[in-house]
Each structure stands twice: as C-alpha cells, then as structure tokens.
C-alpha cells in the first residue's frame, strides 16, 4: 500500500485524483497496475482499477481472476466495484473508505449484493489513515487552488 500511496502522490501532482491499483497474482506478482486518467485521458473510465483490470486481462489473455488481489488506494466506487465482480476478483484490499460513492461498503455493498453472481473477499482500511489523509490534502489544495482562481477573475474586472 506504501508503493501504492507514492504512486498515488505523483498522479495528484498531474492534476488526477490520487487514486492508485494493482492487480497481483495468485503468487504476488504484479500482472496489471494502474492509477486515475480521468482528467489526462478525458476518459471517465479512467479509474485505476479499471486500468490495472484491462491490463492484467491483457497479460493473462484472459478476463477471469478468481485467485487474484486487487489492491488500491481509495475504495472502488459503484463502477469498478461491478467491474470487480465482472472479473471475478479474489480478494480486494483498500486504503480509504469512500462514504459518498463506494461501492465495497462505504455506501452500497455490491461485493454482499443479492445479484452478485461472485463472492470475494473485501478487506478495507489498510493505512487508511495515510491514503485518507492523501486525499484530503489534495482535495483541500485543489479548493484552496480554485478559490485562488476566481479571485483572480474577480479581480481582472
């Protein structure tokens, strides 16, 4: 999860929500990572997750991972959690609780969902102090950026 939250760091700097994944394999090798391209990509698709799952699907030639971990940052919200189960990941394991949009309990349980056709093995709050504390002092900086922003516009008239 360290790797993960340096990663993580480095795609804020971007401009990205610092959101980073992998995808391990039944023996712990890395088979697909990924962190968000939403805003350089302009794809709203660009959720890490969904990146490490496309890659490891491309290095697995194969969409299913039942004995694989995904690790991340953050906790997948209500897409990559659908996603997570389309692949049939193993076992998640996630940083920080999303309250607003997770989808692995923070604010819907897909994972435990009746029409989950999957069952895997969801383990939140790694170092969740550290990659909350990450997303709130990017989040903090990039409010205290943009209220800059319009004062300056204010300004300009």
Known sequence: MSILLARSELIGLLGEVPVSAVMLDENGHC???????????????????????????????????NNCTLIVTLEPCQMCAGALIQARVGQVIFGATDKKR?????????????????????RGGVMKDEASAQLENWFKQ????????????????
């Open 31 to 65: 088979i697909g990572h990924g962190s968000n391209r939403r805003h350089l990509g302009r794809d709203p698709l660009g959720h890490a997750e969904l990146i490490a799952i496309r890659q490891a699907a491309w290095i697995r030639d194969d969409w299913r991972f």
């Open 102 to 122: 997770g989808g692995l309990g923070g604010s819907i349980n897909l994972a435990k969902h009746k029409s989950a056709h999957h069952k895997m093995t969801v």
């Open 142 to 157: 990039r409010r205290h950026h943009s209220l800059e922003n319009e004062v300056t516009q204010i300004r300009k008239y």
